[in-house]
């Protein structure tokens, strides 16, 4: 790529391909933390008049790593991880339904306790899927918008904003959902769930933006043919 190339490209984003052996270490992280965090979901947690789930530490890290790759490898490449990771998860709630209805053995006497763990997964799979797939794609397109303006400054700034954008519409579709599902009662103590839930997945963004950014720059250093693509 000659200087005047790289230059136009870094004007209005630059990218780099998906074919080096660092984006599939990102999808599947972002896919098995996901699947893990709505396992958690199912549990309703409380600290005193504090209410949210028991996937409220692993969700904002899904979207840690979904700014890294919307950064590094564009839109497409990120809505792809989005798509993918969606299937995967339909496809994991579909497993813990057959598993619970399969015949339990004659010795097995956790049917009543699996029945109870996984049984409302699906329905939380459902919400988080919605909720991931409205945050993560508006992260994802807000994130790569604002590149494809500044270039490579403002990165914090596109953290933030996408951040916000994102977590808020993730949460809102998620709780409208599963709020009723893991014991979320009068309409109060949904308002505290969603407030909640998009203020601490917002902040841990935030807080952790710095080592995002780091994480970036290890990234695109790693990655020998960053800068040429652009608008991806």
Do not use: C
Request: hydrophobic share 55%; charged share 10%; aromatic share 12%.
């Amino acid at each position: 790529m000659t200087e005047k190339t790289h230059a136009t490209a870094s004007s209005h984003g630059s990218f780099a391909p998906v074919g080096s052996h660092v984006y599939p270490v990102l999808f599947a992280i972002m896919t098995v933390v996901f699947i893990l965090s709505n396992i958690g979901a199912a549990k309703g947690v409380q600290f005193g008049p504090i209410l949210t789930d028991g996937g409220f530490f692993l969700f904002p890290v899904a979207y840690i790593v979904g700014d890294i790759i919307s950064e590094v490898y564009g839109f497409k490449a990120s809505r792809r991880v989005i798509i993918t990771t969606f299937l995967i998860s339909a496809f994991a709630s579909l497993t813990y339904w057959l598993i619970i209805i399969l015949p339990p053995a004659d010795f097995y006497d956790g049917q009543d306790a699996l029945a109870r763990t996984l049984g409302p997964v699906p329905l939380i799979v459902l919400a988080s899927l919605v909720g991931f797939a409205a945050g993560q794609l508006s992260n994802a397109k807000i994130m790569v918008a604002m590149k494809q303006r500044s270039g490579e400054r403002y990165l914090f700034g596109r953290i933030a904003i996408s951040t916000l954008v994102g977590e808020l519409l993730d949460t809102i579709a998620f709780s409208a959902i599963a709020a009723t599902v893991i014991g979320i009662e009068t309409f109060g103590q949904y308002l505290v769930f969603v407030l909640v839930g998009w203020l601490w997945k917002t902040a841990v963004e935030l807080v952790f933006s710095p080592v995002t950014i780091w994480v970036i720059g290890k990234v695109k250093a790693a990655e020998p043919h960053y800068g040429e693509l652009s608008n991806a």
